[in-house]
C-alpha cells in the first residue's frame, strides 16, 4: 500500500513537472507581449460563437457516452448523464492524483448503481476509443485539402478506409456489445470533432487571421493527441508545446497558433467549470456527498 501511495505520488509529481516544464518552453519562445495584444484585439462575438461550438460538442459528447452505457445495460437518462459528465470535465482539470474525470465517473457509476467496473470502464474506453476514430476521421479530410504535403488523396482514403474496417473487426470479435449502437456512437463523434473543429474556425476569425485555415485546423487537430501525455490541468502546456513545433516545421505563424489553442483552453476551462455546481448539490446526482479522491483512489488500489 505504501509503494503504491508513493508511485501515486510519484505520478503527480512527474505531471507537474511535465506541464511546467512544457509552459517555460513556450513562454520562453514566444514574444510574450506580441501574444498578450493578439488576445486582447480578439473579436468576443467570434470567441462567444467558438464557446457556443465548444458547448454543444461537449453536449454531444455527453450523449455519446451514454449511448455506451446502454450497450452494457446502464440506463441513465440524458439529464443526469450530462450532469456526471460535467463533473468529469471539472475533475479532468482539478482532481489531484492520477485518476481525473474518467476515473471518477467509473467509481461513482460503480457506487451509485453497483454495476460492473470492468463493464463501466469497457464504455468509457470505447468512448474514448470512437473519439480518436473520429479525430482521425478529421484529420484525413484536412490532409486532403493540403496539397503542400504532398500525400495522394486515395493514399489518405484508403488509410481511413482500412482503419474504420479494421476498427470494426476488432470490435465485432472482441467487443459485440459495443458494435450495436456503432453508427450512432460514431455519428455522435464525428459531430463532438466537428464542432471542436468549427470552434477551431470562429477562433480564427476572433483573432483577425484572413489566410488558409487548413493548416492551422490540421495542427489544431493533430495536437489533441497530445492530451495522451500525462501532464495536470487539463493538459496546459503540452498541447500548446506541440502546437508551436508542428506551426514551426509547417512554417506557420507561432504566436498565432499559441494563441488558437490557448484560447481553446480557456474555453475548456470555462465549460468545465459548470461542473463546480454539483460539487456543491450533490443532491443533483442523487446523494448526499461526493466521494472523495481518496476513497477512489483507494478502490483503484483495491481492485489492482
Known amino acids: 500500500m505504501q509503494d503504491t501511495r508513493s508511485w501515486d505520488i510519484l505520478k503527480t509529481l512527474l505531471k507537474i513537472c511535465i506541464t511546467v516544464g512544457a509552459l517555460y518552453w513556450v513562454m520562453t519562445n514566444i514574444d510574450v507581449d506580441e501574444f498578450q495584444q493578439t488576445i486582447i484585439k480578439s473579436n468576443p462575438f467570434f470567441l462567444f460563437l467558438a464557446l457556443l461550438s465548444y458547448g454543444c460538442s461537449q453536449l454531444i459528447a455527453s450523449s455519446r457516452l451514454n449511448s455506451f452505457f446502454k450497450s452494457i445495460g446502464l440506463q441513465l437518462t440524458e439529464r443526469y448523464n450530462l450532469r456526471l459528465y460535467q463533473l468529469g470535465l471539472l475533475y479532468n482539470f482539478f482532481l489531484p492524483g492520477g485518476i481525473g474525470g474518467d476515473g471518477y465517473k467509473i467509481f461513482f457509476l460503480k457506487k451509485r448503481f453497483h454495476t460492473s467496473r470492468r463493464k463501466v470502464l469497457g464504455a468509457v474506453f470505447f468512448d474514448r476509443l470512437s473519439g480518436l476514430w473520429a479525430l482521425a476521421m478529421v484529420i484525413g479530410a484536412l490532409i486532403i485539402f493540403m496539397p503542400r504535403l504532398a500525400i495522394p488523396n486515395p493514399v489518405t482514403l484508403a488509410v481511413m478506409l482500412v482503419a474504420t474496417l479494421s476498427y470494426l473487426y476488432i470490435l465485432r470479435l472482441f467487443f459485440k456489445p459495443f458494435l450495436k449502437n456503432f453508427i450512432v456512437t460514431h455519428f455522435k463523434a464525428l459531430c463532438v470533432q466537428g464542432f471542436q473543429t468549427l470552434a477551431a474556425i470562429c477562433i480564427l476569425y476572433a483573432l483577425g487571421f484572413n489566410g488558409k485555415f487548413a493548416p492551422y485546423l490540421l495542427i489544431f487537430m493533430v495536437t489533441s493527441l497530445a492530451a495522451i501525455i500525462p501532464s495536470v490541468g487539463g493538459g496546459l502546456g503540452i498541447r500548446d508545446l506541440a502546437m508551436i513545433h508542428l506551426a514551426e516545421y509547417l512554417q506557420l505563424d507561432q ?28 443532491q443533483r446526482l442523487g446523494t448526499d456527498k461526493l466521494p472523495s479522491a481518496k476513497e477512489v483512489e483507494h478502490d483503484i488500489q483495491t481492485d489492482q
Do not use: D, E, K, N
Not at 255 to 282: D, E, K, M, N
Open 255 to 282: 504566436h498565432l497558433a499559441l494563441s488558437i489553442t490557448l484560447t481553446f483552453y480557456i474555453i475548456s476551462l470555462v465549460v468545465a467549470s459548470s461542473g463546480v455546481y454539483y460539487v456543491f448539490r450533490p
